[in-house]
């Protein structure tokens, strides 16, 4: 007898016969999982084989299994301003619904309504998998912009060079382009009109 697991990501499933089908049972479970590939945005991410620590709540209901919990990393990217590397904390919180599967719960395509698209989690076998629901929140708690502190002033538009570093003394002389040097020469010369 075999049993049906999802395939190469065992790390995130989860094995649902010890809460049976009896809604109202639950149990909680705490692992630590290595991060796949692709729990990242543009500018952050969780590193492919970094720990992600998981902290369950698995609850039998009557449509299928409720799965709660944590999902904590370090993330890491680079300032949107600086450019400086960052290593920060990272703590999402996620729940989803994991159905029993039924004959009714399959429908056939032609059947799907357009504005049906929601996602819905099927147990497979007596086993759940978690990187899908995991990947959503980790990548929705990541920041689209990280700075590497509140006031981080960025890099200078001419130089390149490190404002922080640099301090408030650079600069580049009054240079105006000189499109617009007619019009100083109007502003110093008043009344030649």
């Keep these: 007898m075999t049993l049906s697991r999802p395939d190469s990501r065992a790390r995130f499933a989860v094995d649902t016969r010890p809460l049976g089908r009896q809604p109202g049972s639950s149990r909680t479970e705490s692992r630590v999982v290595p991060a796949p590939a692709g729990f990242a945005t543009a500018m952050a991410g969780v590193p492919e084989g970094a720990d992600i620590e998981l902290d369950l709540r698995l609850e039998a209901v009557m449509e ?3 799965a709660t919990g944590t999902a904590t990393a370090d993330s890491v990217g680079e300032c949107a301003r600086c450019l400086d590397p960052i290593t920060e904390p990272l703590e999402a919180g996620f729940q989803e619904l994991f159905r029993y599967p039924s004959d009714d ?3 056939a395509a032609d059947d799907v309504d357009a504005e049906d698209e929601d996602e819905d989690y099927y147990l497979e076998g007596d086993s759940l998998d978690l990187e899908p629901v995991v990947r959503d929140a980790v990548v929705l708690a990541l920041p689209l912009s990280p700075l590497c502190r509140d006031d ?6 001419e130089c390149g060079v ?4 640099a301090g ?3 600069g580049h002389g009054d240079s105006v382009d000189p499109r617009w040097e007619a019009l100083r020469d109007l502003g110093e010369e008043p009344g030649d009109r």
């Design 168 to 170: 408030p003394e650079h």
């Design 105 to 107: 719960d399959f429908r």
């Design 162 to 165: 490190k404002l922080a570093e």
């Design 64 to 66: 299928g299994v409720l």
């Design 152 to 157: 981080c002033p960025g890099l200078c538009v």
